[in-house]
């Protein structure tokens, strides 16, 4: 199965309209690829789910809520998909975003809880040295690149801000992201690639998930 090249061409063209009344006359169209997304994912979510312990995936709504935002287009020009894991077990996001020049997957912490957060800087400064270690592995770091995410300008409050690891202690995001080019998302073994490069990050996501299901002396919680 691979998804329909048009997707593109209805995306572009969307993008030139955004505005209901055009969507409303090519509704059917945005129907049939969005029912062609959700299948596509819906076998690959069934066929790796085991490997990454998701319970379930959804594909976004085209909808934008425009209510506080200033961009008051009412449609996205993307598709967006995500995979939830067994929590609270197993920890972490994965993420598809299909887009004409803009194709990436992402997987890691996008927005931790508060206490989630804290008990990784927590982690953080008590070892930082194996924390670097995870993320900085050859393995990850050869498809991924480094971890991204947004930072504090300064270090998080009740941490040491000359704390060697300070750099760490500042993000409040774990992220890693890869682009595809176009010609990639039509491609046969496109799901291959996404699930070869997720694989990747397994310890990564083992580790979070360790440290986020027990305490500060390592002890369970679940």
């Known amino acids: 199965m691979q998804l329909d090249p048009s997707i593109f061409n209805f995306l572009n063209t969307l993008k030139k309209n955004n505005n209901r009344s055009w969507f409303k006359e090519n509704k059917s169209v945005f129907d049939m690829h969005n029912k062609n997304v959700k299948y596509y994912f819906e076998s690959f979510f069934e066929q790796e789910k085991e490997q990454f312990n998701w319970e379930s995936f959804k594909v976004f709504r085209i909808y934008k809520d425009v209510r506080f935002s200033k961009d008051k287009l009412p449609y996205?020009?993307?598709?967006?998909?995500a995979f939830h894991r067994l929590k609270p077990k197993f920890r972490g996001g994965f993420y598809v975003h299909i887009q004409p020049g803009?194709?990436?997957?992402a997987s890691?912490?996008?927005a931790p809880e508060k206490d989630d957060l804290f008990r990784i800087r927590k982690e953080i400064e008590s070892d930082s040295d194996y924390f670097r270690k995870v993320?900085?592995?050859?393995?990850?770091?050869d498809v991924w690149g480094s971890i991204k995410g947004n930072s504090l300008k300064i270090g998080p409050k009740g941490f040491d801000k000359n704390h060697p690891a300070i750099d760490l202690l500042k993000y409040k995001q774990f992220l890693y992201?890869?682009?595809f080019k176009d010609q990639d998302v039509f491609s046969k073994d496109f799901t291959k690639k996404i699930r070869d490069c997720f694989s990747?990050?397994?310890?990564?996501?083992?580790?979070?998930?360790?440290?986020?299901?027990?305490?500060?002396?390592?002890?369970?919680i679940l």
């Open 135 to 141: 993320i900085e592995s050859k393995k990850i770091v």
């Open 177 to 179: 992201v890869k682009n």
């Open 102 to 105: 803009n194709t990436f997957i």
């Open 76 to 81: 996205k020009t993307h598709f967006a998909i």
């Open 108 to 110: 890691g912490f996008w």
């Open 200 to 220: 990747h990050l397994i310890p990564f996501h083992d580790y979070f998930s360790a440290v986020l299901t027990s305490d500060l002396n390592g002890q369970s």
